[in-house]
T-cell receptor, first 113, second 114 residues
Framework: GQQLNQSPQSMFIQEGEDVSMNCTSS?????WLWYKQEPGEGPVLLIA?????ELTSNGRLTAQFGITRKDSFLNISASIPSDVGIYFC?????????????FGKGTKLSVIP | EPEVTQTPSHQVTQMGQEVILRCVPI?????FYWYRQILGQKVEFLVS????????KSEIFDDQFSVERPDGSNFTLKIRSTKLEDSAMYFC????????????FGEGSWLTVV
């Protein structure tokens, strides 16, 4: 099946630092989504990317849909303690209105105050 | 903001028992989904549902699983005879192609099979 390689697996950073994580695939995706998940909760959508090359921001978060459509990155600027959680990338190939998302394995972010 | 709601939040069941997980998708959404996440692993697609029928399903969604929209608001996942390896968090999700086509997830139902 399709695989998304997400890195890094985990990060420990100081409050105020910037964070970068990315996902790559050998397959082309039509949509890239970035989610944050906290313990015992469902994934919460952070940013959705629909076009190759698209760069989108949501507050301190910025994500880009790679030109090749095989990769995406998420940056978090000036991290704060509430940024702690697991961040997942997810890609969709269908483009037909419904989602059959392939998720990455997640990046666990820890922020040291 | 509208949200996907799921019940129960946690269920413990004996192996071999039937389980029904319930979801209320966002009201104007047309596509409904079930995903699952085994503890410590990534989220995996199970099934999508549109126009009262399954539109896509994964290899995980075998004959033990079924989905139903019994009325205008609920969307259910039934596991006929649970196995230990069915223990996972099950997420319902919904999306609307006309509304930006963003997919939203519920908070999940944690199923423990003993």
């Amino acid at each position: 099946g399709q695989q998304l390689n997400q890195s890094p697996q985990s990060m420990f950073i100081q409050e105020g630092e910037d964070v970068s994580m990315n996902c790559t695939s050998s397959s082309i995706f039509n949509t890239w989504l970035w989610y944050k998940q906290e313990p015992g909760e469902g994934p919460v959508l952070l940013i959705a990317l629909y076009k190759a090359g698209e760069l989108t921001s949501n507050g301190r978060l910025t994500a880009q849909f790679g030109i090749t459509r095989k990769d995406s990155f998420l940056n978090i600027s000036a991290s704060i303690p509430s940024d702690v959680g697991i961040y997942f990338c997810a890609g969709d190939r269908s483009g037909a209105g419904s989602y059959q998302l392939t998720f990455g394995k997640g990046t666990k972010l820890s922020v040291i105050p | 903001e509208p949200e996907v709601t799921q019940t129960p939040s946690h269920q413990v069941t004996q192996m071999g028992q039937e389980v029904i997980l319930r979801c209320v998708p966002i009201s104007n959404h047309l596509y409904f989904y079930w995903y699952r996440q085994i503890l410590g692993q990534k989220v995996e697609f199970l099934v999508s549902f549109y126009n009262n029928e399954i539109s896509e399903k994964s290899e995980i969604f075998d004959d033990q699983f079924s989905v139903e929209r019994p009325d205008g608001s609920n969307f259910t996942l039934k596991i006929r005879s649970t196995k230990l390896e069915d223990s996972a968090m099950y997420f319902c999700a919904s999306s609307d192609p006309a509304g930006g086509n963003t997919i939203y997830f519920g908070e999940g139902s944690w199923l423990t099979v003993v």
